[in-house]
């Protein structure tokens, strides 16, 4: 039995979802080939009959390969991308905690910095009409973060992983959301380190 590729997929994703650039940052590093269709969440465009056809959740991303197969969930499809390359560690344990960062970024930090991104900086809401509760979360996620990378390069195995794909996708506009990346200053510096390592803009730096 042939094993199918991996390239040559069709990849559903809105830009400003971080959610949707991890897996086209996997697949643009190991040079998988894709081609990107954008659906934008703002206009509702996940909410079609079409879009619903390919993912009933109604969510981007979703990845579709031309003989059919269709993979929802981020952090899913980028696993599937990386399964065998460098980006996913080798020794049990390691490979262990990266998965181990990716269950926490989707329980515990997407909930909170996304969320609240999301109505600052896109709903436009004010501060007041925002749940407190983000802020709260959102901060003690990162204060999870800065005790895991002080002292240490990457959150998982030893070079960049995706566990650190997954994790910078949110955190590094996290700004954008009202958090304050100076008062965690080893995510600061790891946020750097693995926008460099995927050869992408310096968020911060992004009016
Ligand atoms: N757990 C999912 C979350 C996906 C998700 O929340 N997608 C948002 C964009 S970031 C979406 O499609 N929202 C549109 C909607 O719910 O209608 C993943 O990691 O892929």
């Known amino acids: 039995m042939t094993t199918p590729s991996k390239s040559g997929f069709t990849l559903f994703g809105d830009p400003v979802s971080g959610n949707c650039l991890k897996p086209k940052w996997t697949a643009d590093l190991l040079g998988i080939s894709y081609d990107w ?4 969440v703002l206009k509702a465009e996940t909410r079609t009959p079409t879009f619903l056809s390919i993912n009933p959740a109604g969510q981007v991303p979703v990845a579709r390969w031309p003989d059919g197969r269709v993979l929802p969930q ?5 696993l599937y991308l990386a399964e065998g390359s460098r980006l996913v560690p080798e020794d049990g344990f390691e490979r262990a905690e990266a998965f ?10 997407e909930t909170a910095i996304a969320v609240r991104r999301f109505q ?3 709903l436009k809401k004010s501060d007041v009409d925002i749940d407190p509760a983000l802020t709260v979360k959102g ?3 990162l204060s999870i973060m800065e ?4 002292g240490r390069d990457w959150l998982a195995g030893r070079g960049l992983s995706v566990a ?5 996708a949110y955190t590094r506009v996290a700004h954008e959301g009202g958090f304050d990346l100076g008062v965690y200053p080893s995510v600061d510096r790891w946020v750097l380190r693995v926008e460099d390592a995927l050869g992408i803009p310096h968020a911060r730096e992004i009016a």
């Open 37 to 40: 269709v954008t659906v934008d």
């Open 74 to 78: 981020s952090n899913a499809i980028m």
């Open 100 to 109: 181990s960062w990716l269950f926490w970024e989707q329980y515990s930090h």
């Open 120 to 122: 600052k900086h896109y």
């Open 139 to 141: 901060n003690y996620a």
């Open 147 to 150: 005790q895991r990378l002080n």
């Open 164 to 168: 650190d794909i997954a994790l910078v």
